[in-house]
């Protein structure tokens, strides 16, 4: 399953909401059968990445979305979270 554009608004940042959205993720990937998550953020994004990471995501790779991208050394990282068999 891949997980696409989560965010929350500003003003209601600080307040878990996108740890308790990632968890729903993860426990409708693991409830139907998938076997893993996986997205992708930003290098700059580094709120993102520390929230993917502390909810058993690991960094699989990274790639260039441009040539742009590349002159400015603008990163996409790839993240994974295998679910195992949900037990």
Do not use: W
């Amino acid at each position: 399953l891949e997980l696409k554009r989560m965010s929350v608004s500003r003003e209601h940042r600080g307040r878990g909401l996108a740890r308790a959205l990632c968890r729903e993720v993860l426990g409708f990937a693991r409830a139907r059968g998938y076997g893993a998550v996986v997205l992708s953020t930003s290098a700059v994004q580094v709120a993102a990445q520390r929230l993917y990471e502390g909810q058993g995501f690991r960094r699989v790779g990274a790639s260039y979305p441009s040539l742009l991208g590349t002159l400015l050394n603008f990163q996409i990282f790839h993240y994974r979270c295998d679910l195992g068999d949900g037990t």
